[in-house]
């Protein structure tokens, strides 16, 4: 069977560490974006284990835009009679800055022959 997961969003608040036993798992909630409604987002709810959590909690933060990786897996929260369903993260990788980062960039203007930067 094939279970693999790959998403692309922004992260709504930084990521929480939790050390349950010996592991460190990382606990996050990825807003993910909709093709087909604009200006709709799906919140997909990820954790990550050990190194890859800890990478996780250390280099990303909130309204930062990541590139997961990994797999679906259900747990019953708190003893509850239902299912859920959470991305369990292998892979994580950087996809650009912050919007308000992005939109400071100052944009250099190469009008003139003489200003070509080669």
Request: charged fraction near 25%.
């Amino acid at each position: 069977m094939l279970n693999n997961v790959q998403l692309q969003g922004r992260l709504t608040k930084d990521p929480t560490v939790t050390t349950p036993g010996n592991s460190t798992k990382v606990l996050f909630t990825l807003a993910v974006g909709d093709d087909y409604v604009k200006d709709k987002a799906h919140f997909v709810r990820c954790g990550a284990w050990n190194k890859t959590g800890e990478f996780i909690a250390k280099h990303f933060h909130k309204g930062d835009m990541m590139l997961i990786a990994g797999n679906l897996r259900s747990y019953k929260p708190n003893d509850a009679s239902y299912e859920q369903l959470e991305v369990n993260v292998t892979n994580v990788y950087f996809a650009g800055a912050k919007k308000a980062e992005a939109a400071e960039e100052p944009v250099e203007d190469f009008n003139q022959i003489g200003d070509l930067p080669f």
